[in-house]
């Protein structure tokens, strides 16, 4: 049934939702206080995209998300046809991202772990689907498989590996056979693990060209699959002390930014590695936001927002609980891993306990089109709930 009943609305959650967005404009603010040619605009932009993304919200919300099931693969097949459509407009910082609209440009990867989501709740949710059969275990790997390998080619390889933990989380729920997802994982884990220990011992110009008897006892030709920023970013994570004037920059400076917030900070537009510019401003209001608000409202403010996620997630597992359907169930546990995998991402990066990646901090971080299809995301979830079985 189509509507909003606002006695069924899950108000903790959207409670946090908006203490998140409000926190977000005010520390973009705060991200670029100094920066003469930003400081006014981004932050209200920020506060655009979110009524944006509160529209959509509120348009998902209002239809029953079973309208959602019925066109699932019309909606995939959307979101893959925008995905190959990047490739026809040039690159921009080096990457087939996005799509120029009026006003705006359009980043489907972002819509490309959604699309995910709901294709495989459709295809575990069918009544008649026997979840021992190989063919459902390789028709979820070609319904996840297909958005990955297109979005790891534009290059976006952070948002791609996102699809791998939705994925096997759907899965694993929907009781898909065990034994095929532990060797799909295990020769995940080994090809992971292959990979680091390459980058590691990568060959480099500067390895080369040193004398033979100089040269590290072990030295590895040239990994061809990946870009020479990605592999640089995995060497940063590896290696101590590695270029610090270029990749490993960024990763000093956040570390420092949060370490020397100490417990409740330095205050509100007092960040001294934001403001005076050592954590580089056109990262500090996207992937880096953690950092600002870290060094101004210190542990304290960190454990907020981290609670304010929780709640998030709390939310999202509890509709997956209460869903009336499996479709619904699959779901919204596919959207919770989701935002899971961006925040734990993103916050152990910025402290040093994973690589740097550009995985943006949901509701958080600057940008339009991650900004709506989070929303988008949560107001699938909130549909869900509307329309959940009372107990």
């Known amino acids: 049934m189509n509507g909003i009943q606002l006695k069924r609305m899950d108000w903790v959650m959207f409670s946090a939702i908006a203490l998140l967005i409000a926190m977000s404009a005010a520390f973009i603010y705060s991200a670029q206080f100094k920066s003469e040619d930003m400081v006014g605009s981004n932050w209200m932009k920020q506060l655009i995209f979110a009524g944006m993304g509160l529209g959509a919200y509120a348009v998902i919300v209002y239809f029953d998300y079973s309208n959602v099931a019925r066109l699932s693969w019309w909606i995939y097949g959307g979101v893959v046809l925008m995905l190959l459509v990047v490739f026809l407009f040039p690159k921009v910082n080096g990457s087939h991202r996005w799509i120029p609209l009026p006003g705006f440009t359009l980043q489907p990867s972002e819509l490309g772990k959604i699309a995910v989501a709901i294709g495989l709740a459709a295809f575990l949710g069918a009544p008649d689907r026997d979840m021992d059969e190989w063919k459902t275990f390789f028709g979820c790997a070609a319904i996840a498989g297909l958005p990955f390998l297109l979005i790891a080619a534009e290059p976006d390889l952070s948002t791609s590996l996102t699809l791998a933990p939705i994925t096997l989380a759907i899965m694993l729920y929907a009781g898909v056979q065990r034994k095929l997802l532990l060797i799909g994982v295990a020769a995940v884990v080994l090809m992971a693990a292959g990979a680091m220990v390459w980058i590691k011992f990568e060959t480099t110009p500067a390895i080369a060209a040193l004398p033979k008897a100089e040269r590290p006892a072990i030295v590895l030709p040239k990994m061809p699959f990946l870009e020479d920023y990605q592999k640089s970013r995995v060497k940063v994570f590896l290696t101590d002390g590695h270029d610090e004037g270029d990749q490993g920059w960024n990763k000093l400076q956040s570390q420092i930014a949060v370490g020397s917030g100490g417990l409740s900070g330095k205050g509100y537009l007092q960040g001294t590695q934001n403001i005076l510019g050592f954590l580089p401003r056109t990262v ?84 339009g089109s991650f900004m709506v299809s989070t929303m988008i995301a949560l107001g699938l979830v909130q549909s869900v709930y509307q329309r959940r079985r009372i107990r």
């Open 284 to 367: 500090a209001p996207t992937d880096f936001i953690f950092c600002v608000i870290a060094e101004e409202t210190g542990f304290l403010g960190g454990a907020l927002i981290i609670a304010l996620y929780s709640v998030l997630l709390v939310r999202c597992m509890r509709v997956s609980l209460r869903s009336r359907d499996e479709f619904g169930r699959l779901m919204a546990l596919g959207i919770g891993v989701m935002l899971f995998c961006h925040v734990f991402v993103n916050i152990a990066m910025t402290i040093g306990v994973l690589p740097i990646t550009g995985l943006p901090l949901p509701l958080m971080s600057y940008g």
